[in-house]
């Protein structure tokens, strides 16, 4: 049976963990502007959030189908704390996106 190696999954997760953590601080700038009534780069600033978010969710994916094809994939912790954070990031930007709603009702 093909094995992933433990470095690939190394690497694997430490991509899922940057490209979330980059989402992340897309979404804060945006509540930072929202915050401050400067929405004219808050779309710009989303769409990144989202193609970051949208790369670490891709990757995490890819790993996945992987496996579900029979390839077997060792044990790692590094690899489910990437999935949480991901997990976490999805659900503050939709969290963000409510928070951001309320700024625009507020400053208008």
């Known amino acids: ?6 470095e690939e999954i190394i690497t694997i997760s430490m991509n899922v963990i940057l ?9 804060f700038k945006v509540v930072n502007k929202a915050s401050k009534g400067e929405f004219n780069e808050i779309d710009k600033l989303l769409q990144q ?3 970051e978010i949208t ?4 990757v995490q994916t890819d ?3 992987t496996e579900a ?4 994939i060792p044990y790692s912790p590094l690899f489910g704390h990437a999935q ?5 990031v999805k659900s503050e930007i939709n969290m963000m996106r409510e928070i951001i709603k309320l700024y625009e009702e507020i400053k208008q």
């Open 1 to 6: 049976m093909e094995q992933v190696k433990k």
């Open 63 to 65: 790993i996945l189908q």
């Open 49 to 51: 959030a989202n193609k």
């Open 69 to 72: 094809e029979g390839t077997e």
């Open 19 to 27: 490209h979330a953590g980059n989402a992340r601080e897309f979404v």
């Open 84 to 88: 949480d954070t991901l997990m976490t």
């Open 55 to 58: 790369r670490a969710h891709r």
